[in-house]
């Protein structure tokens, strides 16, 4: 099958979506499918690379003022056209709703080709990358919700990668065809542990301490501000130490807060590679996510996929993945204290360790990135299957 998949944000861009699409795109071309990934960073003239059978296009593209970590490319819609008319794809897949996806979106609509979209990121979380957004968040929200139902109610098929968040988006958009597919894991990849929990410590330079893990990118929205307040509650009863690993456009701010803190044993990575990130995740005691607005969270599944505790605010889609006493507890987003108290819980028992560790190793099994890509496998056909069918009449009553 050839399928064109559409993203404003592809590796080397760190985030969730990102590895997402590098994921099912390169999952898809190992499985012989003609795979053409679409997406930005191409500076002044478009790019081409080839990984192994997986082709991947950089539209020329530019920075965009006051937020030097986005990028978007000029005249996108006419460049997309002729990508498309180019490739011929049998179906688009696209995965932002802004930029390149709006110019797949209407693109593939010309020249008749099923859009299948899916959803990575409710209207809220925009506000915050926006200018003075924070200011007029009620009405940005608003017109937001207005150009979702405009944008996905025209797909042919519409993907949210939890339940939840197919619901929260449902409330808001009329959908036909719409399913609920898990961003998935390659379990191939992550886990199991190759490192004991001391050799992981030693090979990045870490005391013996029970070690707390944060993954992410370094935002407002994931909410590390909070997570670094409830540890200095935690520290009054443990002594413990605080893994950050990522980076963004928040990091000098959190690392000026750790300092009015006096925060000891925290630490912050910085950008690390795959290989480096596996060893954070086999010396980590337990996983914690605060951010309020996950619609599924793939660090969570990363860090189960080691047998890593997890812990998560009881908000969106987390509760749908964290559950207490199995393989981890959520805490009440709005309490430094209830997360405190939860981190502690865990830290303090061995036994509590082990038991949610073997939880979380079975949690994720369900997870595999094998079983997503058979997911999309079949919405793909069914898309391109109505698809055929829809020209077919149209040849006969013409």
């Known amino acids: 099958m050839k399928i064109l998949i559409i993203s404003d944000v592809y590796p080397p861009y760190a985030s969730g979506v990102s590895t997402v699409t590098f994921n099912l795109a390169t999952g898809l071309a190992k499985l012989g499918h003609q795979v053409v990934v679409l997406t930005v960073g191409g500076g002044l003239r478009s790019k081409i690379e080839f990984n192994g059978f997986l082709k991947v296009v950089r539209l020329p593209s530019v920075f965009i003022p006051l937020r ?23 179906v688009v897949h696209i995965h932002t709703f802004f930029g390149l996806g709006i110019a797949g979106y209407f693109a ?70 719409a399913a609920a597919v898990s961003n998935g894991i390659d379990l191939s990849k992550f886990g199991p542990r190759v490192f004991s929990k001391e050799e992981a410590r030693r090979r990045l330079g870490l005391e013996d301490l029970p070690w707390i893990l944060f993954v992410g990118r370094l935002a407002k929205e994931k909410r590390v501000d909070f997570l670094l307040k409830a540890f200095v509650l935690l520290e009054k009863k443990l002594k413990t130490g605080l893994l950050i690993v990522g980076t963004g456009p928040e990091e000098l701010a959190l690392r000026n807060l750790t300092k009015r803190l006096r925060l000891k044993e925290v630490f912050f990575s910085g950008f690390v590679s795959e290989e480096k990130l596996k060893d954070y995740y086999q010396a980590a005691d337990v996983f914690v996510l605060p951010s309020k607005s996950e619609l599924q969270g793939l660090v969570c599944l990363e860090a189960a996929a080691y047998g890593v505790p997890l812990i998560g605010a009881k908000s969106v889609a987390l509760p749908e993945l964290i559950k207490d006493g199995v393989n981890g507890y959520l805490f009440n ?66």
Not at 70 to 90: D, F, G, Y
Not at 149 to 172: E, G, N, W
Request: charged fraction near 25%; proline fraction near 5%.
């Open 333 to 398: 987003p709005e309490s430094e204290t209830d997360l405190a108290e939860k981190l502690l819980k865990i830290l303090s028992s061995k036994g509590l360790q082990e038991e949610l560790r073997k939880g979380a190793l079975e949690s994720v099994r369900r997870h595999d990135l094998s079983q997503t890509i058979k997911n999309y496998e079949a919405i793909y056909s069914e898309c391109v299957r109505k698809n055929q069918g829809e020209k077919q009449a149209m040849k006969q009553v013409s």
């Open 68 to 90: 030097k970590e986005m990028i978007v490319s000029p005249l996108a819609l006419m460049r997309v056209l002729k990508i498309i008319q180019k490739e011929a794809p049998e």
């Open 108 to 177: 593939a609509k010309k020249v008749k080709i099923p859009v299948v979209a899916t959803n990575h990121i409710l209207p809220g979380n925009v506000v915050g990358f926006l200018p003075f957004g924070g200011l007029f968040e009620g009405l940005i929200s608003a017109q937001l919700w207005r150009y979702n139902r405009f944008f996905y109610q025209r797909c042919a098929y519409v993907t949210a990668p939890t339940q939840t968040a197919l619901d929260v988006l449902k409330k808001h958009v009329p959908l036909k065809n």
